[in-house]
């Protein structure tokens, strides 16, 4: 395992920078997405169902659009809204956390340990179910550090 990049990313929604910090202490699945992407809209929709059944007990969700591959202004901030999303999102400085994070495509998904260290990351080829797979391990794990 590598210790997780530090980020900061803004979230639009609350008008608030969101950092690592912000989850020290609680395992994170971090997302990167583009508005425009198929891949990440089917991806999206399911983390969104996942969410809605567990909420943020048990691990914490942050989406991060990767605004620096968007095609306009705000598209994440748009799709965001239309489509009612609850996970809560955040904006990356053009491509900084995306690139600090060494990802090639989107979405891209990475598993956080409540102490900062990544744990898995998924490109945007990993199928979904390989992802929830490895999430329900990384949690067995995770519960385990933390006394769970």
């Not at 983390?47 to 990767?66: C, I």
């Amino acid at each position: 395992m590598k210790q997780a990049p530090a980020f900061s990313v803004y979230d639009p929604f609350n008008e608030k920078e969101v950092t690592n910090e912000t989850y020290k202490g609680k395992p994170l699945v971090l997302t990167f997405w583009t508005s425009w992407c198929p891949d990440s809209h089917r991806d999206l929709q399911k983390k969104e169902v996942l969410y809605a059944k567990t909420g943020e007990e048990t691990f914490a969700m942050l989406n991060v659009n990767v605004t620096g591959r968007e095609r306009a202004n705000q598209a994440g901030q748009t799709y965001a809204s239309a489509h009612g999303m609850k996970i809560p999102m955040a904006e990356d400085r053009g491509t900084d956390t995306y690139e600090r994070y060494q990802c090639h495509g989107v979405p891209t998904t990475v598993f956080i340990t409540p102490d900062g260290w990544i744990a898995e990351q998924f490109g945007d080829q990993a199928p979904f179910e390989e992802i929830m797979k490895q999430l329900a391990s990384f949690l067995n794990e995770t519960s385990n550090i933390i006394g769970g």
